[in-house]
């Protein structure tokens, strides 16, 4: 059984930053890619951020990047997103998720497993 748990989610002031940790455990995901999505309230979910486990592949979407960065930690099987210059439209719960796909994929279809979540909330 694979399983991603996602942590460091909170309130902040917007101008913040948060660090969220995406913990991998069941399987080897030496062959794995990590992406990060989100969905605020009311709206679908959207992705954020991704990379594969051997680091290549990194990639934002738009209203990210220049302020998230992605990485990950092999030892601890661990995916990480830095999240600086936090503005209130970033208030979403963040979800990590797994996909086999070596190449950069932001389709949600691609992925085979999901954290539960773990909710930002960014003030003004």
């Known amino acids: 059984q694979v399983q991603l748990v996602e942590s460091g989610g909170g309130l902040v002031q917007a101008g913040g930053s948060l660090r969220l940790s995406c913990a991998a455990s069941?399987?080897?995901?030496?062959?794995?890619?990590i992406s990060w999505f989100r969905q605020a309230p009311g709206k679908e979910r959207e992705f954020a951020a991704t990379?594969?486990?051997?680091?290549?592949?990194?990639y934002y979407a738009a209203s990210v990047k220049g302020r998230f960065t992605i990485s990950r930690d092999n030892a601890k099987n661990t995916v990480y997103l830095q999240m600086n210059n936090l503005k209130p439209e970033d208030t979403a719960v963040y979800y990590c998720?797994?996909?086999?796909?070596?190449?950069?994929?932001?389709?949600?279809?691609?992925?085979?497993?999901w954290g539960q979540g773990t909710q930002v909330t960014v003030s003004s």
């Open positions: 998720a797994a996909s086999p796909e070596v190449g950069i994929t932001t389709s949600q279809a691609r992925y085979n497993y």
């Open positions: 990379v594969h486990w051997s680091g290549a592949g990194t």
């Open positions: 069941g399987r080897t995901f030496s062959s794995y890619r």
